[in-house]
């Protein structure tokens, strides 16, 4: 290691290792010695992918480092975590040298003290054709239905968006029960899904909804911001899509009139959550009676297939998380809870 190497792998373990009440004193002293050093920014570049490749091996991905970055350090910071945990060079124009070094110097000791991880379970086997075809109508839908001032459009659109998902996932099903792959071969996967103050609760408690509707399961990391979904890709990508118009869809709604208070907005969320996940649960059951109905003339294989994906992605779930918490949520204004029902009823999801 050469001298400048050696300087800032000094600066980064002085960052890494300040307490908290003097963290601001021992970056600024680091990013002085990298600005300072010939060769500095690309030393420290060198540091940052030693760094990102040691949060792989705890569990992080790219895209947490990034939401990690927002979540901690702020918008500023999203770019540079982009860029250094993909592998590409800094590309700092507006900053000189000592803005850029504490900048990286600041990532650098977020992303050392992230603790290990359960790392993702990645599904075996490859993606059907079509499927990038058919969630892009959806994607295409859903924007639509977000977008539109009318609300009987919004229904008519994404009924058929949530028609589309529920026939997506169980034609999956039934293709990979035909193949052979059943639960086990084509298995289970998981993704981490960013849940963004405020009100973090409400917002996991929307997704666990979600992702119970489609036959996944969620699991809440409240302390880093995201909740890791369980299931078969197909369900994975409904959760996700879905999980985000709801959210624009209550947001519009809450900011729909006069201003709120915080103990109107939790209400609002949490009630939002509950009725959502009452009409996700009926939805989904009428488009597997519909898929059953239209099958049952080449033999009931729906329904065993469904169970034997079930089983497997809680079978899945126990195993990456064999400890789980409880968390409850307190409504504290019932005016927020009447709307938030509300909007969950007028929210365009299905017929």
């Known amino acids: 290691m050469n001298e400048t190497a050696q300087a800032v792998e000094a600066a980064y373990l002085g960052a890494l290792n300040a307490p908290d009440r003097g963290v601001e004193a021992a ?10 050093a010939p060769g500095g920014l ?9 760094v990102v490749r040691a949060c792989e091996d705890r569990g992080w991905l790219a895209a947490d480092l990034v939401r990690m970055a927002r979540r901690e350090l702020g918008a500023a910071h999203v770019r540079p975590a982009e860029e250094l945990s993909g592998g590409g060079g800094l590309r700092l124009e507006r900053l000189d040298r000592f803005g850029a070094a504490t900048c990286v110097l600041e990532l650098l000791r977020l ?14 086997g ?18 639509k239905a977000e977008s539109t001032a009318f609300p ?11 028609h589309l998902m529920a026939r997506h996932s169980i034609d999956e099903a039934l293709l990979a029960g035909a193949a052979g792959a059943g639960a086990t071969g084509d298995g289970p996967g998981a993704r981490r899904v960013g849940v963004d103050p405020p009100y973090e609760g409400a917002k996991a408690l929307l997704l666990d909804a979600v992702a119970a509707a489609n036959r996944c399961q969620a699991v809440w990391s409240s302390e880093f911001g995201f909740s890791t979904v369980v299931g078969y890709e197909a369900d994975l990508e409904a959760v996700e899509l879905l999980y985000t118009s709801l959210l624009v869809q209550a947001d519009k709604a809450l900011n729909r009139g006069r201003s709120r208070s915080k103990n109107f907005r939790q209400s609002f969320l949490i009630a939002y959550a509950g009725r959502i996940r009452e009409r996700l649960a009926a939805a989904t059951g009428e488009a597997a009676a519909e898929a059953a109905a239209e099958e049952e003339a080449a033999g009931p294989r729906l329904l065993p297939v469904l169970a034997a994906r079930e089983v497997a992605v809680g079978a899945a779930a126990q195993r990456m998380f064999p400890e789980t918490t409880t968390h409850r949520l307190r409504v504290r204004d019932g005016e927020g809870w009447e709307h938030g029902t509300a909007a969950a009823d007028r929210a365009a999801l299905g017929r």
Do not use: C, F, N, Y
């Open 126 to 143: 490859d993606h059907r054709g079509g499927e990038h075809k058919m969630l892009g109508r959806i994607r295409a839908l859903l924007a």
């Open 42 to 50: 690309a030393a420290a570049e060198a540091l940052a992918a030693r």
């Open 111 to 124: 992303w050392g003290r992230l603790p290990r991880i359960t790392p993702l379970a990645v599904p075996a």
């Open 27 to 36: 970056v600024d002293a680091g990013a002085s010695v990298i600005a300072a």
């Open 152 to 162: 009987e459009e919004a229904e008519a659109l994404s009924a058929k968006a949530q």
